[in-house]
């Protein structure tokens, strides 16, 4: 994923009048233009990413509160539809038996067996996959896997 995708996905969004698709890769452009302006250089793959999950982060916190607040449908509907669109664009996470088995990797390389080694084992398997899991779940498997 890089910016000039995602500038790409603008233009098109522009020409098939998509307006969803093209608010919501707008917001995440302009926190890849404000990554950049920041740092003083090119935006790597890594900060393309890093923004779709801020924007994503953002999108799915005002999707909560629209849908405990109940009265603007046609917005809870916006939301939900440019959620799903940014969850396009972001990797696969892991989840269910792959991330299981690196929580296994790293409970054995690093020896851990006790409760209060479970920060350890979720930097480790966090750093592995790049941050691209499910952290409910991760912690789950990992304090079922620690005594």
């Known amino acids: ?54 924007v994503l ?6 999707l909560e509160g629209s849908i405990k607040v109940g009265t603007d449908d046609a917005r809870t509907a916006l939301l939900t539809e440019q959620v799903g669109i940014l969850e396009a664009y972001l990797p696969a996470q892991l989840a269910g038996d792959a991330l299981a088995q690196l929580v296994d990797r790293a409970i054995a390389a690093g020896g851990f067996t006790e409760k209060r080694d479970m920060g350890r ?10 941050g691209n899991c499910d952290k409910a779940e991760l912690a789950k ?3 079922g896997r620690l005594g």
Do not use: F
Request: aromatic content about 0%.
């Open 121 to 130: 084992v979720i930097a480790a398997v966090v750093a592995e996959c790049g």
């Open 1 to 54: 994923m890089n910016k000039d995708l995602i500038v790409a996905e603008i233009t098109a969004a522009m020409r098939a009048h998509d307006k969803p698709r093209l608010s919501i890769l707008r917001q995440v452009k302009n926190e890849i233009d404000i990554k950049e302006k920041d740092t003083r250089r090119d935006a790597t793959d890594e900060d393309v990413v890093a923004a779709l999950k801020k």
């Open 57 to 62: 982060k953002q999108t799915g916190e005002t």
């Open 141 to 143: 498997i990992a304090s």
